[in-house]
């Protein structure tokens, strides 16, 4: 009896963890609840930028990026998202999303996957609820995929770079940039 009880329970836990997706959204703000959403700043750099990296000009937020990050940003901690801890572009788009409640939410989206979002009121007063960070894998993959061309621009900077300081041959670096190229090719 008590072992059918625990293979039920079981049963009932791997049914349930198979049927919630790896990223949940953040139950607060549901994608069928968005009235509206307004871009505010589609490309921003911070003092994090890292052109060697990426050109926050080649960078655009986009509504499709809004939503599709409001499906699957998961919160994470403020050292998790602090980026003096973790890798970043320093690139930024800044979004405002309105909820049919009144509710505003300021997002603050990186291509990294990387989101910090403040709650304001109608009014655009704070609310109380303090400001979230999430972390976003799917929209990384998502926005690193749409930004292959600009990676490998960024590539070329820094390897010619390298090559005009003398620290590596033009043969050298020919080479890595074929290699960065066909990793980011590979599915």
Known sequence: M???KYSIAVSALAA???ASPAYAADGRYPVTYVQKVEITHPSHRSA?????????DDVVLTEEDVFYALRYMRRTSWKSYDPENTDTTGCEGKALVTFKSGKILAMGIEPTGRISAGEFDAGMKPTTSPPSFYECDPCRQRKMALLKDALNR????????LVAEGR???VEAERRL???RDQRDKP
């Open 2 to 4: 008590i072992k059918t």
């Open 16 to 18: 349930a963890a198979a």
């Open 48 to 56: 994090w930028e890292n052109k060697d990296f990426l050109d926050c």
């Open 154 to 161: 960024a590539d070329e900077r820094r390897l010619k770079r």
């Open 168 to 170: 590596i041959s033009e």
């Open 178 to 180: 074929n290699w960065v």
